[in-house]
């Protein structure tokens, strides 16, 4: 055991690659060991959003790149989405939450259904059967009626629904603070400190 806190990161084939990269350096750079699970569609859109740069190869190369010497602090495996026998897939493994970032309706839907077809389904499962700490993000517009019912399914079994939607009263100017909002939500909801946007004070900063 390496001693760093350790959690799952799953990314799916919903639009929000950059919070997925923020959201693994934020954990990396709180000296945390992750377990990466990235679905074929996850690439694709890694790929399609990020460019050839955020190549799932040269994931850790990228996170250094674009967010600091920082993000080399923490550990991570990239495990396969088919490999089922992965130690996330069992509750006796010490991972002690997780975050599906972007989560599509796909995966969505499988996780509220206890489908466990994948490896990313399977460890979901696991955290809800464990009453551990599950953060879903996900991403759809407009929502149909299936997809809502399936959040309040996941919510139902203890699942944290924290959709991508960062807000704009912190006064965002680029891509990354939308992220830096997202990636800070999504730490705080798995009990860190952090300083990724600025804390509300009762108005809007001049
Ligand atoms: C460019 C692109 C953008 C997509 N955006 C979304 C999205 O925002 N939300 C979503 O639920 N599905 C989206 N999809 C569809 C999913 O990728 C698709 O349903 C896929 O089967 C999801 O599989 P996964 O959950 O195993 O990654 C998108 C697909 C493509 C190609």
Excluded at 66 to 76: E, L, N, P, S
Excluded at 103 to 119: D, E, P, Q
Excluded at 158 to 175: D, R, S, V
Aim: glycine share 8%.
């Amino acid at each position: 055991m390496s001693g760093k806190r350790t959690f799952a990161v799953a990314i799916t084939g919903a639009s929000g690659a950059i919070y997925a990269m923020r959201t693994m350096a934020a954990l990396l750079e709180r000296n945390c060991h992750l377990e990466v699970v990235i679905s074929d569609y996850g690439k694709r859109l890694l790929h399609d959003e990020l460019g050839d740069k955020a190549s799932v190869n040269r994931l850790r190369e990228y996170l250094v790149e674009t967010y600091g010497d920082a993000a080399k602090q923490g550990t991570f495996d990239l495990l396969s989405n088919k490999d089922l026998g992965a130690a996330i897939a069992s509750g006796s493994h010490d991972c002690e939450a997780m975050v599906i970032v972007p989560c599509s309706m796909k995966t969505l839907a499988g996780v509220a259904h206890g489908l466990s077809r994948n490896l990313v389904e399977r460890a979901a499962d696991v955290m809800l059967k464990e009453k551990r700490r599950l953060v879903i993000v996900p991403r759809e517009a407009p929502m149909s009626l299936p997809q809502l019912k399936n959040m309040v399914l996941c919510a139902e079994a203890g699942a944290m629904i924290l959709p991508a939607m960062p807000a704009f009263y912190q006064m965002p100017k680029t891509l990354d603070d939308l992220a830096d909002f997202m990636a800070g939500k999504i730490v705080s909801a798995l009990g860190f400190d952090h300083n990724l946007y600025p804390p509300w004070t009762g108005s809007v900063a001049p």
